[in-house]
């Protein structure tokens, strides 16, 4: 499965929001490869999904992430 555009508004970011959000499909699609994309320049998306246990599996232009 793929997530496809997460984004919290900015006012509401730092409430963990999207760690919730993540969280919660990672619940829902238990035992299938999440996968995510983020453009590589964009340091603040991959520490995110870092941080909520994505690891980087591939880095062009963008980076793409794989949970576990």
Do not use: C, M, P
Request: glycine share 8%.
């Amino acid at each position: 499965a793929n997530l496809f555009f997460v984004s919290v508004i900015e006012r509401f970011r730092g409430k963990k929001i999207g760690s919730h959000l993540i969280r919660y499909a990672v619940d829902q699609f238990d035992g299938v490869e999440l996968t995510t994309g983020t453009q590589a320049s964009n340091t603040d998306a991959l520490n995110f999904y870092i941080k909520n246990g994505f690891s980087i599996i591939e880095k062009t232009n963008a980076v793409f992430h794989r949970w576990g």
